[in-house]
């Protein structure tokens, strides 16, 4: 009883997020978080246990480079820690500038504006690019960072179907009287299938229909084209994307995220992508070691990772298809293996993981309902021997759950 007299029932109002819990639990789908021991590299500990690292993004090996660890430690020693500000306030540090013009020639492109991540930079950017009497024409598995910019902005939002240009035409002409700004916009590569977007046939229909063009290279930079300049060069499209948003995360082994485009367009971003705006730019240390990445790919060196990113790839899926297991979507080194159910997925990474490799399984909502799998990634810095293991244990762990 309280003071007032009333009976107080004392319910927990979050009560309903430990029910969900507890149910996703029952079904095997709420997987433990792993923990790492040590760097991210292609064989390491997690949660104390040796394993084959196949579920990181780090493509090059960057992540613990000897020479973007030197670059971080000499920023950090010269700089400090923090940028202490907004970029649009006092957080714009003279290194944040060299990085956006050392990506901006790396891509061949006017200018670049740098965020805090990829996904700020997709939401950021589409979100102030449209508006809610636009319209955006996204495929069907874009990823969250550009649905989530797409709902922000407010526009219309018409999804084709999956890399299927025919049906991206009927949208458009379906729109053909459309009042307001237009925007296509995909993944460069899919980062659930590994399969590359038909970038020439969109950029045909953007110029076709007056849209902005808009490509997320965020598995695709340092990955695929020239030096891993991505499916802008990989596919010769040069003049014809409009807006280019890449990573700093993935195979530049660091932490951010970039649009590309021109002059005007980037300098309208500094006033109205919110993230830019409202959110603390990179220490030092990582705008450091991204510097030193892109010198490093603008390099012999780092053409001879890329090579080697693409014969480690080719030589996992000729080894892991030896063994019976079918990937007919995936074009890079991202690997999906079909399962279906998503707790059958869980269990098979378990059982990977149990047996020496780790490789995350991918279900709902990251991807379909009934279109669960593992994906596995290659990297740059797997032995071949690393890859030869991998792929025996997970023909072995595959078998007696019926995946091959
Ligand atoms: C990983 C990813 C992002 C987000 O990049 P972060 O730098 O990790 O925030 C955006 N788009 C796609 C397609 C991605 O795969």
């Known amino acids: 009883m309280s003071e007032s007299g009333t009976q107080v029932i004392k319910q927990n109002p979050l009560l309903y997020v430990t029910e969900t819990l507890n149910d996703l639990r029952v079904k095997g789908l709420a997987p433990k978080l792993r923990v790492l021991d040590g760097e991210q590299k292609p064989v390491c500990v997690f949660d104390g246990c040796e394993v084959i690292n196949l579920a990181s993004n780090n493509y090059l090996g960057l992540t613990s480079d000897k020479r973007l660890r030197k670059a971080s430690v000499e920023a950090v020693r010269k700089l400090g820690v923090g940028a202490g500000a907004v970029r649009t306030i006092a957080g714009t540090m003279k290194l944040h500038m060299e990085l956006e013009e050392q990506i901006a020639k790396f891509k061949n492109v006017e200018a670049c504006v740098v965020f805090q991540s990829g996904f700020t930079a997709n939401a950021g950017t589409v979100s102030a690019v449209l508006g809610k009497e636009d319209l955006i024409i996204s495929d069907e598995l874009n990823h969250a960072s550009i649905i989530d910019g797409a709902r922000l902005s407010k526009a219309m939002i018409k999804v084709f179907k999956h890399k299927d240009v025919t049906d991206c035409e009927r949208i458009l002409q379906e729109h053909a009287a459309f009042p307001g700004k237009?925007?296509?916009?995909?993944?460069?590569?899919?980062?659930?299938?590994?399969?590359?977007?038909?970038?020439?046939?969109?950029?045909?229909?953007?110029?076709?229909?007056?849209?902005?063009?808009?490509?997320?290279?965020?598995?695709?930079?340092?990955?695929?084209?020239?030096?891993?300049?991505?499916?802008?060069?990989?596919?010769?499209?040069?003049?014809?994307?409009?807006?280019?948003?890449?990573?700093?995360?993935?195979?530049?082994?660091?932490?951010?995220?970039?649009?590309?485009?021109?002059?005007?367009?980037?300098?309208?971003?500094?006033?109205?992508?919110?993230?830019?705006?409202?959110?603390?730019?990179?220490?030092?240390?990582?705008?450091?070691?991204?510097?030193?990445?892109?010198?490093?790919?603008?390099?012999?060196?780092?053409?001879?990772?890329?090579?080697?990113?693409?014969?480690?790839?080719?030589?996992?899926?000729?080894?892991?298809?030896?063994?019976?297991?079918?990937?007919?979507?995936?074009?890079?080194?991202?690997?999906?293996?079909?399962?279906?159910?998503?707790?059958?997925?869980?269990?098979?990474?378990?059982?990977?993981?149990?047996?020496?490799?780790?490789?995350?399984?991918?279900?709902?909502?990251?991807?379909?309902?009934?279109?669960?799998?593992?994906?596995?990634?290659?990297?740059?810095?797997?032995?071949?021997?690393?890859?030869?293991?991998?792929?025996?244990i997970l023909a072995e762990v595959a078998k007696p759950l019926g995946i091959v």
Not at 184 to 198: E, K, Y
Not at 247 to 269: H, N, P, Q, W
Not at 328 to 333: A, F, G, L, V
Not at 344 to 371: N, Q
């Open 182 to 392: 237009k925007l296509i916009i995909t993944d460069g590569v899919f980062s659930m299938d590994g399969d590359i977007a038909p970038l020439p046939e969109l950029c045909r229909l953007a110029e076709d229909y007056g849209c902005i063009m808009m490509v997320d290279d965020a598995h695709a930079s340092g990955v695929l084209g020239r030096g891993g300049r991505g499916t802008v060069d990989h596919h010769q499209c040069h003049g014809r994307v409009h807006i280019q948003v890449g990573t700093l995360s993935k195979a530049i082994g660091s932490m951010g995220g970039y649009v590309c485009g021109s002059r005007d367009l980037i300098e309208f971003l500094y006033l109205r992508a919110r993230p830019f705006l409202f959110s603390t730019s990179h220490p030092p240390a990582t705008a450091a070691a991204c510097q030193a990445a892109f010198r490093l790919l603008d390099s012999p060196d780092g053409e001879k990772l890329v090579e080697k990113l693409w014969a480690n790839t080719k030589f996992f899926k000729r080894e892991l298809k030896k063994r019976g297991f079918q990937f007919k979507t995936s074009e890079t080194p991202i690997v999906p293996i079909h399962v279906g159910d998503g707790a059958k997925a869980y269990e098979f990474s378990r059982k990977l993981f149990d047996a020496g490799v780790f490789a995350p399984a991918v279900a709902y909502p990251t991807v379909a309902e009934g279109k669960a799998r593992l994906r596995a990634i290659v990297s740059a810095a797997h032995k071949r021997e690393h890859l030869l293991k991998a792929a025996d």
